[in-house]
């Protein structure tokens, strides 16, 4: 999936919301259509750092809602800083 197409979505560092918005989604309707918390999605947008630390359960579930692949939505130089 190509995000950085849309210049709206430029200045949007995480991917999670890019693709919410791309599917014209608010959060409410994916936290319903995911199962995950508001308020987790919530922060998982606007931190998207703690996206990494979520369950693997949480992701697909974020994923499968708005149908794209796992690392689509996880912002990729999170997991790189990560330490083992």
Excluded: H
């Amino acid at each position: 999936m190509i995000l950085w197409e849309d210049p709206r979505l430029s200045k949007i560092n995480s991917n999670l919301k890019k693709i919410r918005m791309l599917r014209k989604l608010t959060q409410d309707e994916l936290a319903n259509l995911s199962g995950v918390n508001i308020k987790s999605l919530s922060a998982y947008e606007q931190q998207p750092e703690k996206l990494s630390t979520a369950s693997i359960t949480t992701v697909y579930k974020l994923s499968q809602a708005l149908n794209c692949d796992v690392m689509d939505i996880v912002n990729r130089e999170f997991l790189e800083k990560k330490e083992y």
